[in-house]
Nanobody
């Protein structure tokens, strides 16, 4: 079955960095655009970064220039390097297909940016 396991979150001060990882199974990882989503308290889940199977990346305006998405097709894993973190980046971060997400979601990883 489809499975996503996110990790790497934590508590970080403003301006700090984190690297998230998402291990996937049960999908043909290498053929899909993969994405990182986030959901802050009281807000809808939003797509913040995506990477195509060819490595082309796209970012939401809120994270452009600070976050970098990458993938390792041999490991069926997608990463999100987050730099210059801001309090407004606080959210639970999830990975899924970057276009037309699968119905199944992982548990996510909590990122908290606070001094």
């Amino acid at each position: 079955q489809v499975q996503f396991v996110e990790s790497g979150g934590g508590l970080v001060q403003p301006g700090g960095s984190l690297r998230l990882s998402c291990a996937t199974s049960g999908i043909s990882f290498s053929i899909y655009t993969m994405g990182w989503y986030r959901q802050a308290p009281g807000k809808q889940r939003e797509l913040v970064a995506a990477v195509t199977r060819g490595g082309t990346t796209n970012y939401s305006d809120s994270v452009k220039g600070r976050f970098t998405i990458s993938r390792d097709n041999a490991k069926n894993t997608v990463y999100l390097q987050m730099n210059s973190l801001r309090p407004e980046d606080t959210a639970v971060y999830y990975c899924n297909r970057g276009t037309s997400a699968f119905a199944s979601w992982g548990q996510g990883t909590q990122v908290t940016v606070s001094s």
